[in-house]
Each structure stands twice: as C-alpha cells, then as structure tokens.
Nanobody, 116 residues
Framework: QVQLVESGGGLVQPGGSLRLSCVAS????????MAWYRQAPGNQREFVAI???????NYADSVKGRFTISRDNAKKTVYLQMNSLKPEDTAVYYC??????????WGQGTQVTVSS
C-alpha cells in the first residue's frame, strides 16, 4: 500500500514562506505524477500544483508565480515551495500520487496557517 507523508506546515505571517515535503514509500516514485491539493474549512479540496513523471509542471492560477513544485526521485520526495503567502492560502495541504494505471493515493495532510 502506497504511503505518502507530508511535513513542513505551520504558522507563518503574510508574505512569508514555507516549504512542504511529501515522502513516498511502497511506490515506484519516478513513474508517478505527483500533485499538491489543499482544503480550507468549509471548502472543497482544490488543485494547487502538479509535476508529471517527466518533470512538466502546472499550477492553479491562484498560486502561479508564488508556489513552485519540484521532485527528487532519488529521495522519493515532492516539494512545494510557497512564497509570498496570503491568508487565503490557509488550508490543509495534501500530497497525491497518480500512477500510470490511474491508481490514486493521498497523504494525511499538513496544516498551513497564514496569519499575523
């Protein structure tokens, strides 16, 4: 069973930065597309960013220019560098893997709170 473990969340002031990490296990990491989603209280889970197995990236309009997704296949880790954070970025951030056969796995999430 695939395991995804997120870390790096916390409390940060507006304009600050955080880097989230997601370590995968029991997975052929390099062939999976990896993505970050987030869910704020009372809202549906929404897409944030994706990095395909070939390194192509895509972002939600709300985070373009501020967030950067990257991966280290040797460490089986995907990162989300978040800069210029805003209060509306406050949410639980989830890591998701997608295999070539369409198998999806989710992590447990890490809380990000942007507040002064």
């Amino acid at each position: 069973q695939v395991q995804l473990v997120e870390s790096g969340g916390g409390l940060v002031q507006p304009g600050g930065s955080l880097r989230l990490s997601c370590v995968a296990s029991r997975i052929i990491f390099n062939i999976n597309d990896m993505a970050w989603y987030r869910q704020a209280p009372g809202n549906q889970r929404e897409f944030v960013a994706i990095i395909n197995s070939d390194g192509r990236t895509n972002y939600a309009d709300s985070v373009k220019g501020r967030f950067t997704i990257s991966r280290d296949n040797a460490k089986k880790t995907v990162y989300l560098q978040m800069n210029s954070l805003k209060p509306e970025d406050t949410a639980v951030y989830y890591c998701r893997s997608l295999s070539p056969r369409g198998f999806v796995s989710w992590g447990q999430g890490t809380q990000v709170t942007v507040s002064s």
